[in-house]
């Protein structure tokens, strides 16, 4: 499980003790000598990588439920009996292609951000891009995933050309904004450059993807019903609640509550598909209201998690780690500006402006405090 946790990192010594924080990377400022200089002017020792995630403090355990939220087994929320109450997905099909694209998540995980703590080679680049593009795996995916957050285009992005994709950048997410981020950290780190800020960064573009996908196969399942499993398993990679894979193991890992909306998110949408069979679906009221409680969830996961891995780099000593974790932070963080412009356009403005900053010049007590104005509650 661990192999798949956060940036954590200490600088290398003999018989090292990993930290429970970090990643690693120079950010020396004039004068300032980086953890692993000595007196001689030496240059650092590089990063020693361990992989967890700091726990979160003020989780916020009490959050109430909304009115409209779907809660298993509850007679009063808006929702007729339905399949998911008895606090189980039942899939639509046994079969899940989405469950093998986690695992391929896993394995560039195990190759990149290892739970031993060895740094990544760039030979590990290079297997771990080979995985990336397996047929049918993450990036044939990857490669024409819109967001449903915004608008459709006047065509499907996986047909634009390079100057439609710009044009439709925000919609067409997957090809105009992560796999750039993907295709220069695999080119880099396969040739050894600053390697543990490139594993970062590919971590948190897939984490972006994952989150993506997850909201996108709840909105497409209106006119396809297999979608559902779709959605259910980027989420958990097929697994139970209390288990699973991929972005369900990261969030368990910081809060256990937001997992857990997240999971009754997930039932509030197969719930909503029990009940509106139809294909395609005509309860979009119902559908709107599962779908928004599921986001709101992951949003709240994905900015625990961004405020997990703000922990880690506030801990953590040596530079080039604390490089890695701020290219991740600003990565994660910027997931969470479309709906922060919408909830409080003031706090979203300071937390992008933190994060835009240089890992050393950003005021995390700022980002800190936006994320928990902007996200309190899933």
């Known amino acids: 499980m661990a192999a798949l946790l956060g940036f954590s990192s200490g600088c290398a010594e003999d018989?090292?003790?990993?930290?429970?924080?970090?990643?690693?990377?120079?950010?020396?400022?004039?004068?300032?000598?980086?953890?692993?200089?000595?007196?001689?002017?030496?240059?650092p020792k590089p990063c020693r990588a361990n992989w967890g995630l700091p726990d979160v403090q003020g989780d916020n355990p009490s959050c109430p439920t909304s009115a409209d939220d779907y809660v298993v087994g509850s007679t009063t929320d808006p929702y007729d009996a339905c399949v998911s109450d008895d606090d189980t997905y039942h899939r639509f099909n046994p079969s899940i292609g989405s469950i093998g694209r986690v695992a391929g998540f896993t394995k560039i995980a195990e190759k990149l951000w290892r739970a031993d703590g060895t740094r990544p080679t760039a030979a590990d680049f290079s297997e771990a891009r080979v995985i990336f593009a397996e047929n049918e795996g993450l990036q044939s995916r990857l490669e024409r995933r819109e967001d449903e957050h915004y608008p459709a285009a006047a065509k499907k992005c996986a047909d634009m050309d390079a100057t439609e994709l710009a044009a439709n950048a925000d919609r067409c997410v997957g090809p105009a904004k992560i796999q750039p981020l993907l295709n220069a950290a695999f080119v880099a780190g396969g040739k050894g450059e600053d390697v543990l800020k490139n594993a970062a960064r590919i971590e948190a573009a897939l984490l972006w993807f994952l989150y993506v996908s997850v909201h996108k196969e709840a909105t497409t399942c209106t006119n396809k019903q297999k979608d559902c499993d779709s959605s259910y398993a980027y989420f958990s990679g097929g697994e139970a609640e209390g288990a699973g894979l991929g972005l369900a193991r990261y969030l368990r890992t910081v809060s256990p509550q937001a997992t857990g909306r997240v999971w009754d998110g997930i039932l509030a949408v197969r719930c909503w598909r029990d009940l509106d069979q139809a294909v395609p679906a005509?309860?979009?009221?119902?559908?709107?209201?599962?779908?928004?409680?599921?986001?709101?969830?992951?949003?709240?996961?994905?900015?625990?998690l961004v405020k997990s891995r703000l922990e880690a780099f506030r801990k953590e000593t040596c530079a080039e780690s604390r490089e890695a974790l701020w290219a991740g932070l600003q990565i994660l963080g910027g997931?969470?500006?479309?709906?922060?412009?919408?909830?409080?356009?003031?706090?979203?403005?300071?937390?992008?402006?933190?994060?835009?900053?240089?890992?050393?010049?950003?005021?995390?007590?700022?980002?800190?405090?936006?994320?928990?104005?902007?996200?309190p509650c899933p």
């Not at 018989?15 to 002017?41: E, F, I, M, N």
């Not at 005509?282 to 625990?304: F, S, Y």
């Not at 997931?335 to 992008?352: F, M, N, P, S, T």
């Not at 005021?363 to 928990?372: E, K, P, R």
């Open 15 to 43: 018989d090292p003790t990993p930290t429970d924080s970090g990643v690693s990377v120079d950010t020396k400022g004039a004068g300032d000598r980086g953890v692993g200089d000595d007196a001689s002017g030496d240059a």
């Open 335 to 375: 997931v969470l500006d479309r709906e922060a412009q919408v909830r409080d356009a003031k706090e979203a403005g300071k937390l992008k402006t933190e994060l835009q900053k240089a890992a050393d010049a950003a005021d995390t007590t700022v980002i800190d405090s936006a994320i928990d104005n902007l996200f």
């Open 282 to 304: 005509t309860n979009l009221t119902l559908r709107d209201k599962a779908i928004g409680q599921l986001d709101r969830a992951l949003l709240r996961g994905m900015a625990v």
